[in-house]
């Protein structure tokens, strides 16, 4: 049997989980706060990058928990830089670029990572 026509269905989820968890936690604040002391921060605050991890962490858990770890990592990886480029590309200085790259590195080692020991520790729980 093919196994790549079912990477890209099992990507599907965890792509479309991702681009709408961006929309959800991020998408909606575009605004920088500004300080009394004239800082500025955001737009993003940390419990909306928190919730935004959480929710696609979730996501990969569940899909790596029924065997399609590669889809989960790949699809979580390719919506999380959609959602970020689609989000930040209308930035004129062109730095949007760097961060969407880190935005990809980033998920990418997360996704992996969490996918990797996944089945480490839910083998210690059976035992």
Same mark, same amino acid.
Request: charged share 10%; net charge negative.
């Given at each position: 049997m093919n196994r790549k026509p079912l990477i890209v269905v099992h990507a599907l989820l965890p792509f479309v989980v991702a681009v709408a968890a961006w929309a959800a936690w991020l998408g909606w604040d575009q605004h920088r706060d500004v300080h009394p002391d004239g800082s500025v921060t955001g737009p993003y605050e940390a419990w909306q990058v @928190?919730?935004?991890?959480?929710?696609? @962490? !979730?996501?990969? #858990?569940? /899909? +790596?928990?029924? =065997?399609?770890? #590669?889809? !989960? #990592?790949?699809? +979580? +990886?390719?919506g999380m830089g @959609?959602?970020?480029?689609? %989000?930040? /590309? %209308? %930035?004129?200085? =062109?730095?949007? !670029?760097? =961060? $969407?790259?880190? $935005?990809?590195?980033g998920t990418l080692a997360g996704t992996s990572a969490l996918a990797a020991l996944l089945p480490h520790v839910t083998r210690i729980g059976r035992r």
């Open positions: @928190a919730g935004l991890v959480l929710t696609v @962490a !979730a996501c990969v #858990v569940w /899909s +790596t928990s029924r =065997g399609h770890a #590669v889809g !989960a #990592v790949l699809g +979580t +990886t390719v @959609a959602a970020s480029y689609y %989000d930040w /590309s %209308d %930035d004129s200085s =062109g730095l949007f !670029a760097v =961060g $969407v790259a880190m $935005v990809v590195v």
